[in-house]
């Protein structure tokens, strides 16, 4: 069993809903979590990152962690035509330096 | 991205043959690491750096080696090249490895198929 699971998609949804993505994972040990995008033929880049549980929100993104369930989720509200891309999750433990992919799931957003 | 060059973007070889793939970086960034990425897998760390010839291993780092002579430069070598080594490889720099940091900066990639 992967230490962090993400469901591939693709997911599509008409423009201007709302985009909710999610991973969980099993090691409890994960403290920090990231959310990249990567466009096709480009590299990841960051979009949120979080230490505790709760909310985060920047823009039109939340990340939310609750760390009880092992569930970390992302919400992208009033998605874009722009948004259509892949998203992977990502987790650290409190020591190391190594991060932890989930497999990412691609997102559609129609016009 | 993030003043990081990979090269090549894309290459064709045969098995049994080494490849070298090169990550530039004009960061001055301390750290550097080397993933790949397949379908359903994510991405992989192969080896990383933490400075001028320092480097360490990571998740999946039999039949790589690498080599960083220069703060700009990290070289992934793959000895003798075998298909399960078709991947996408992606470079990335990160600025330090605290607490508040973990933003990583990544290449555009070099797509490797190995026939």
């Known amino acids: 069993q992967k230490e962090v699971e993400q469901d591939p998609g693709p997911l599509s949804v008409p423009e201007g809903a709302i985009v909710s993505l999610n991973c969980t994972y099993s090691?409890?040990?994960?403290?920090?979590f990231m959310w990249y995008r990567q466009y096709s033929r480009k590299g990841p880049e960051l979009l949120m990152y979080?230490?505790?549980?709760g909310n985060k929100e920047d823009g039109r993104f939340t990340a939310q962690v609750d760390k009880s369930s092992k569930y970390i989720s992302l919400f992208i509200r009033d998605s874009q035509p722009s948004d259509s891309a892949t998203y992977l999750c990502?987790?650290?433990?409190?020591?190391?330096?190594?991060?932890?992919f989930g497999g990412g799931t691609r997102v559609l957003v129609k016009p | 991205d993030a003043g990081i060059t990979q090269s090549p973007r894309h290459k064709v070889t045969e098995t049994g043959t080494p490849v070298t793939l090169r990550c530039h970086q004009t960061?001055?960034?301390?750290?550097m690491y080397w993933y790949r990425q397949d379908p359903g897998h994510g991405l992989r760390l192969i080896h990383y750096?933490?400075?001028?010839?320092?480097?360490d291993k990571g998740e999946v780092s039999d039949g790589y080696s690498v080599s960083r002579s220069k703060t700009e430069d990290f070289l992934l070598t793959l000895e003798s090249a075998t298909s399960s080594q078709t991947s996408v490889y992606f470079c990335?720099?990160?600025?330090?490895?605290?607490?508040?940091?973990?933003?990583?900066?990544f290449g555009s990639g070099t797509q490797l198929s190995v026939l």
């Open positions: 090691n409890s040990a994960f403290q920090y």
């Open positions: 990502a987790m650290r433990k409190a020591a190391g330096n190594k991060l932890t």
């Open positions: 960061e001055n960034h301390r750290y």
């Open positions: 750096s933490y400075g001028v010839k320092d480097t």
């Open positions: 979080t230490y505790s549980s």
């Open positions: 990335a720099i990160s600025e330090s490895q605290g607490l508040t940091n973990e933003k990583l900066f």
